[in-house]
């Protein structure tokens, strides 16, 4: 059974910092890019973070460089996701997407999402 469970979100005050956790399940986590993404009320979904199978390369949102620093761990089959100097402009449900190519075919795995508030 494939598990993406987020863990790690919460209320925090304006320039505070979080880290994210997704701990993976069901399939071949060290074969998989990952990512976060995030949809705040009444946006639509958008990238927040990406991390090739290695970890060797890293990209993100053009507004997030500098405060948003993903990594992963292949061996515990986690991804992170650090933010420091949050913004309220930051609050949102942050999901963890994996996508890579198996036996079956490509996939698309998806979180259920951590809520992340940024608020005085």
């Known amino acids: 059974q494939v598990r993406l469970v987020e863990s790690g979100g919460g209320l925090v005050q304006p320039g505070g910092s979080l880290r994210l956790s997704c701990a993976a399940s069901g399939f071949t986590f060290s074969r998989s890019v990952m990512r976060w993404y995030r949809q705040a009320p009444g946006k639509e979904r958008e990238l927040v973070a990406t991390i090739t199978v290695s970890g060797g390369f890293t990209d993100y949102a053009d507004s997030l460089k500098g405060r948003f620093t993903i990594s992963r761990d292949n061996a515990k089959n986690m991804v992170y996701l650090q933010m420091n100097s949050l913004k309220p402009e930051d609050t949102a449900v942050y999901y963890c997407?994996?996508?890579?190519?198996?036996?079956?075919?490509?996939?698309?795995?998806w979180g259920q999402g951590t809520q992340v508030t940024v608020s005085s």
């Open positions: 997407n994996a996508k890579g190519l198996g036996i079956m075919g490509a996939y698309d795995y």
